[in-house]
């Protein structure tokens, strides 16, 4: 069985500042690695995905995301936030292998950009 | 535009009353997906399909139904036998069941 978990339930932070947004798995296959980020009242939009390949992934407005298989971990990071990445994010898992794309999702971590 | 849609934006349910919940998407994928999502616990799967004419339970799929007649649409009935069914509800879909899933706007379901 897999699992995400996250490990922060709330994160608030000052304008400009950086953030960390934890996120650690558990599976005992291989794993497709993922961010969604949801705005108040709206659905999921991909922030960035880990399939393959280079271990950090960055997304196109500012966020990356590092894929740490000995940790089994997978945080997001930006270093300077604006108050408009106010929002709940949501880190999935996709196990390999398995016969239909089951996303296994973390509990969400909300974050809070102060001015 | 492409994308995925859910109707309504919101859902009241009377006691005893089945409901239903409409996704559609022109997006070509043929895996489709229903999701509910409550405070502090993410999403947790429904139902999905692979295909047309063929859904499989998810982790959640007691009190729920659902069809896949077209490969555009995906609709979901929540029966009287779902006991707590206040919550959002969320549509994804994706190209095949290993490619990445996008979501829909979803659709909030109350009890009165």
């Known amino acids: 069985a897999q699992s995400v978990t996250q490990l922060d339930s709330q994160v608030p932070v000052f304008e400009e500042a950086p953030v960390e947004l934890r996120c650690n798995y558990s599976?005992?296959?291989?794993?497709?690695l993922f961010w969604y980020v949801q705005y108040p009242n709206q659905g999921l939009q991909l922030l960035l995905k880990y399939l393959s390949g280079s271990t950090l992934v960055e997304s196109i407005n500012g966020f990356e995301a590092e894929f740490n298989k000995s940790q089994t971990s997978f945080h997001l990071r930006k270093p300077s936030v604006h108050i408009s990445d106010t929002a709940e994010y949501f880190c999935a898992l996709h196990a390999g292998g398995t016969s239909y794309g089951k996303l296994t999702f973390g509990q969400g971590t909300i974050l809070t950009v102060h001015p | 535009d492409g994308g995925i849609t859910q109707s309504p934006k919101y859902l009241f349910r009377k006691e005893g009353q089945n409901v239903t919940l409409s996704c559609e998407q022109n997006?070509?994928?043929?895996?489709m997906y229903w999701y509910r999502q409550d405070p502090g616990q993410g999403l947790r799967l429904i139902y999905y399909s692979q295909i047309v004419n063929d859904f499989q339970k998810g982790d959640i799929a007691e009190g729920y139904s659902v069809s896949r007649e077209k490969k555009e649409s995906f609709p979901l009935t929540v029966t009287s036998a779902q006991k707590n069914p206040t919550a959002f509800y969320l549509c994804?879909?994706?190209?095949?069941?290993?490619?990445?899933?996008?979501f829909g706007p979803g659709t909030r379901l109350l009890v009165l």
């Open positions: 997006l070509n994928h043929d895996a």
């Open positions: 599976s005992s296959v291989s794993v497709y």
């Open positions: 994804a879909s994706s190209i095949s069941p290993e490619e990445t899933q996008y």
